[in-house]
C-alpha cells in the first residue's frame, strides 16, 4: 500500500515530465483532483484533520461540568472535583444516570486546562537548573516501613542531596523530629566531608520553621539557628504545600528511587543501627550509578565536587534534646512515654537527658552516667542491670526475678558464662551467697572488658572454684595476657587453659575441694592421681620419750633443814 507522499511525489513527477492535466493525474492516479491540486502545490501531504467524535449524551450536561470546573479554581487543592465526583453529582442533581466515566473523565481532563488557561492561571513549566559544585544541597524526609525485631514498624528516611553530583546520604530514624533533623545533618555533613557554601533546601519542616511569613520570610528555630551559624550555612525554604516541591525535584525524586531498590521489600533487621548500617554501604555502592543522560557517574562528579566544600567546624554539634526528668523509686526516667534505667544513687534527683535520634544519654552534672538506644515503642523500656547493682547487693533476692535481669538476657549482656557460674555457686553456697558472689562478679565490668571477665568466669567454673575474687584474678591475667605487648616478658604463672578430650585423659585431672566436698567421694577418691608418699611414722616422736633428761642435784627440801 502506497503511502500519500509516495502518491504526491509520483503526481509531481508526472505533471513535471509528461505535462499532464489534473483531470489526466486524477484519471490515472485514481485520486480526486483536489488531491493533484494539494500535491502540485506542496510535495509535504496537508495533515489529516483529527476527527471529532460528537457525545450527544454529554452534550447537555457540559454547562453543569464547567461550573463544576470553575469553582475548582478558588477551592483547596485537595478538595477539588475528580471525574468521579462530577459523575455521581450529574446523576444526582441532574438525573444523568446514562453517562459513562469514561466519558466524563475524557471531557474533565481537556476542559479544567481550558478553564485555567483562560482565567489567567499560569501553566506549570519546569526550567533546566546547573548547579555549581559544593555549593547547594537539597534535604528532606520520607516514610518507610521496616520489620524492626519482628514487629511492623513506621520509621522515617532522612534524605541529603548534593546538587550538582547528585551524592546523597541515607539515614533511617524512629522518629522526623528536630533531635533526627540535626544528626542526620550531622551524618551527611561528615560523610562527605564539608558543608555546601551557598545554602541547602528545605521544606517548611516544623524542625527549621516556626511560622511562615509572606514570601520567603520565615521565621526559624533558635536551636536551628543555633545548628545552622555553628557549620556556616544558609537555609532556602521552598513555596509552601505542592506548589514548592518542584524547588527541591532532586530530593523528592532521591527519596523515591532509594526507597524503590534499597528497602523494597521491606528490610528485615533487629535495630536502626544495624539497618542504618546496610544503608551506608548502599549508599557507597550508588556512586557508580550515573544520573539520566550525565556522562560521568556520581562518584566522579563528587571526586570534583568535594575540594569545594567548605570545611566542617572542629567542635560537633551536640543534636540532642535537652530535657531534665526525675528520677522515680524504680531508678528510671521517663522521656517520650518510654522509660530508661540510670543509676540508683540518683534516685529522687533531677538529671539532664540529651533525647537524641538514634540514643538516650543521662547527665549529672557534666559526668555521662548512662547510654541507652532509643526506645522506638512507646511504653517500652532501655534497662541496664548494672544501675541496679548497688540495690541488688543489699537485697540479692531481688535479682532473679528482675526487670534488669531480664533485659541483660535479652541483649546478651548476661552470657552463659555468668549462668553457669551462678548455677555452680549455687550448688555450692546456696542461692543467698552465690548471689551475692555473682553480683560481685557483675562489678567487675564497671572496671573490667567483658571479655576478660567472661574468661575469668570459665576458668573458675572449670576449676570449680566459683568466687569473685578467683575471677577477678584470672581476669585479670587474661587481660594482662590479652593485651601483652611482643618483646615483654610474660608473668610467670599460665591461666587456666580448657584441655581438650586427648589432654584430659592423658594428663593429670585437677580436682578441687568444691568438687570433692559435692561429687561422690568413692568417684572423687577414684579419679585422684595415685599417692607415692611414704606412710606417715610416729618413730621421730617415740624417740623424744627416750632422751635422757638433764641431771638432778640433790638440795635439802626446807622440812629437812627444819628437822620435821
Not at 513535471?16 to 489526466?24: D, I, K
Not at 450529574?90 to 444523568?96: I, K, N, R, S, V
Not at 542526620?184 to 519542616?205: C, K, M, Q
Not at 556520581?298 to 530535657?323: C, H, I, K, M, N
Request: contains cysteine; positive net charge.
Amino acid at each position: 500500500m502506497r503511502s500519500r507522499v509516495d502518491v504526491f511525489a509520483e503526481i509531481r513527477r508526472d505533471a513535471r515530465v509528461e505535462g499532464l492535466s489534473v483531470r489526466e493525474l486524477a484519471r490515472r492516479h485514481k485520486v480526486h483532483r483536489r488531491t493533484v491540486r494539494a500535491a502540485l502545490e506542496s510535495a509535504q501531504p496537508p495533515a489529516r484533520k483529527p476527527h471529532v467524535r460528537s457525545s450527544p449524551r454529554l452534550e447537555p450536561f457540559t454547562s453543569a461540568i464547567d461550573a463544576m470546573l470553575t469553582t475548582d479554581l478558588d477551592a483547596p487543592r485537595k478538595q477539588r472535583h475528580t471525574a468521579t465526583r462530577v459523575l455521581a453529582r450529574l446523576a444526582d442533581e441532574h438525573g444523568a444516570r446514562a453517562l459513562s466515566y469514561s466519558t466524563v473523565r475524557d471531557y474533565v481532563r481537556v476542559r479544567r486546562v481550558e478553564i485555567e488557561i483562560a482565567s489567567g492561571r499560569r501553566v506549570n513549566a519546569f526550567v533546566p537548573q546547573d548547579h555549581e559544585p559544593g555549593a547547594e544541597a537539597e534535604v528532606d524526609f520520607g516514610e518507610v516501613w521496616v520489620v524492626l525485631a519482628g514487629v511492623k514498624t513506621k520509621c522515617h528516611l532522612f534524605v541529603f542531596r548534593l546538587s550538582h553530583s547528585g551524592k546523597a546520604i541515607h539515614r533511617v530514624y524512629s522518629t522526623q523530629g528536630q533531635e533526627a533533623f540535626l544528626e542526620g545533618h550531622i551524618e551527611a555533613f561528615e560523610a562527605i566531608g564539608g558543608v555546601p557554601t551557598r545554602h541547602i533546601r528545605y521544606d517548611n519542616l516544623t524542625s527549621a520553621v516556626t511560622k511562615v511569613l509572606f514570601g520567603r520570610n520565615r521565621v526559624e528555630n533558635p536551636r536551628w539557628v543555633l545548628f545552622r551559624s555553628h557549620y556556616g550555612f544558609d537555609s532556602f525554604y521552598c513555596e509552601p504545600g505542592i506548589e514548592g516541591a518542584h524547588e527541591k525535584g532532586g530530593v523528592e525524586g532521591e527519596v523515591g528511587r532509594f526507597r524503590r531498590n534499597h528497602l523494597s521489600p521491606m528490610p528485615v533487621v533487629d535495630s536502626l543501627a544495624e539497618l542504618n548500617d546496610r544503608i551506608r554501604a548502599w549508599d557507597h555502592a550508588d556512586d557508580t550509578r550515573r544520573i539520566s543522560t550525565r556522562i560521568r557517574t556520581v562518584g566522579a562528579d563528587f571526586t570534583t565536587e568535594q575540594p569545594l566544600l567548605a570545611s566542617l567546624p572542629l567542635e560537633r554539634f551536640d543534636p540532642g534534646l535537652s530535657l531534665t526528668p526525675r528520677v522515680d523509686r524504680s531508678s528510671l526516667v521517663t522521656v517520650r512515654m518510654a522509660k530508661y534505667s540510670v543509676p540508683s544513687r540518683l534516685i529522687g534527683r533531677q538529671v539532664r537527658v540529651s533525647l537524641r535520634a538514634s540514643e538516650l544519654v543521662v547527665f549529672d552534672a557534666r559526668t555521662v552516667v548512662a547510654r541507652h538506644p532509643r526506645v522506638v515503642a512507646r511504653g517500652g523500656e532501655s534497662v541496664d542491670l548494672d544501675h541496679y547493682l548497688d540495690v541488688l547487693k543489699l537485697k540479692p533476692g531481688a535479682l532473679p526475678g528482675s526487670t534488669a535481669l531480664a533485659h541483660a538476657r535479652a541483649t546478651g549482656a548476661f552470657t552463659s558464662a555468668h549462668e553457669a557460674f551462678w548455677a555452680a555457686a549455687r550448688k555450692t553456697d546456696g542461692d543467698a551467697v552465690a548471689t551475692r558472689e555473682l553480683i560481685d562478679v557483675l562489678l567487675l565490668h564497671r572496671s573490667m572488658d567483658a571479655a576478660d571477665v567472661v574468661a575469668g568466669l570459665q576458668a573458675a567454673v572449670t576449676v570449680g572454684a566459683v568466687t569473685a575474687d578467683v575471677v577477678a584474678v584470672e581476669a585479670r591475667l587474661h587481660a594482662s595476657q590479652h593485651h601483652e605487648t611482643p618483646g615483654t616478658p610474660s608473668s610467670g604463672r599460665g591461666r587456666v587453659r580448657f584441655p581438650s578430650a586427648e589432654q584430659q585423659r592423658s594428663e593429670l585431672r585437677v580436682v578441687s575441694l568444691t568438687q570433692r566436698r559435692l561429687a561422690d567421694p568413692a568417684a572423687v577418691i577414684a579419679g585422684l592421681p595415685p599417692d607415692r608418699r611414704p606412710i606417715p611414722s610416729m618413730a621421730g616422736y617415740d624417740e623424744l620419750l627416750h632422751l635422757p633428761g638433764p641431771a638432778r642435784t640433790e638440795e635439802p627440801t626446807a622440812r629437812e633443814e627444819t628437822g620435821s
